[in-house]
């Protein structure tokens, strides 16, 4: 339940940080395009809402604990421009996912069937990746700083997940059942985020 | 094409802004509802951009003269709490619709098609009037206080309205094409409101 609350609420307030942060567009067009990718981040909400609903409980209450978490990362990471919005979706959205298909494993059937839904959205990830590629081929002085950019937005998440890792016991013992740490995991993401800022030819 | 335009910017900012003011809530639960609603604007937003982008134009571009005009009455009309928020989603869905409802009669079948779609819509403005009517029910000195905040929505409506018409020759002649008048419009729109905020305990 902690872990679906924490989900739950992540993909809520991905939601707000991504329409808020579609006003910091170039043109109305790419305003859109992003707002319009927000809507695959309420809609993962959605399903866990409901999943936290059907085992009982109530999602408003599963997700408190971690409002704090999440708002002092939002508070320490706001993007100064569209590039650096972009990299803030791409980034988030895939580590989100990295983290669900880490903790699939660990999952009760009906609750890996959500995450197997969860994972095929990311309209906004794709549409950021985009983006981020063609702004970094054209202007080459922007691959340094959004790199820099990229490299606090995964610290800054580590930090975090390591305060809600420590207060939540349980939350930490579901994340590092296989007899393996949440040193491990977080490591493991930090891997897979490498690959992927490569992937928008960005550096780590 | 002026019209779509501008009907298109209204959805695509009316969809911000309630992302943005769905984090005055008072719990998660109903900041997750008010964000859910958002939804319906983004949906008409696609309805109208891909009728734009049929007719040969580009959604971007139609929608960009009308910016300044929504800017500014977003500004002059920031909601300091929860249910000022509530209260400008209801006023200004109703307004757009009645706005809709009273063009529709002039335009071609295929526009009337979409208005006939983006009509059926407005999660947001259900959840706004049902929030709105029980705030009124249990304390009667929010009614005083929202029922002003309402006429000033209003009021700065239409203003800007006034303001687009003026610098909008032929917007303001589709618009009044029955030989009416845009002042006429007007005093019709503000004629529905009323009965409006009447419906959710307030006066006018």
Redesign the interface.
Known sequence: MDLLGLLA?GE?LA??RI??D??LAP???R??QL??A??GE?RN??LL?DRIAELGA???EA??PF?EAIRSFDASTAPRDWLEALVKVYVGDAVADDFFRAVAARLDSGDRAIVEQVLQAGPAAEFAAAEIRAAVETDASAAGRLSLWGRRLVGEGINRAQVVAASHEHLAGLIAADGGSVDAVLRHLTRAHQERMKAVGLNN
């Open positions: 609420l809520l939601f707000e329409a808020l579609a006003r043109d109305l067009g305003r859109a707002s319009e927000a809507v309420i909400y959605r809402a109530d999602p408003a997700m408190a409002k």
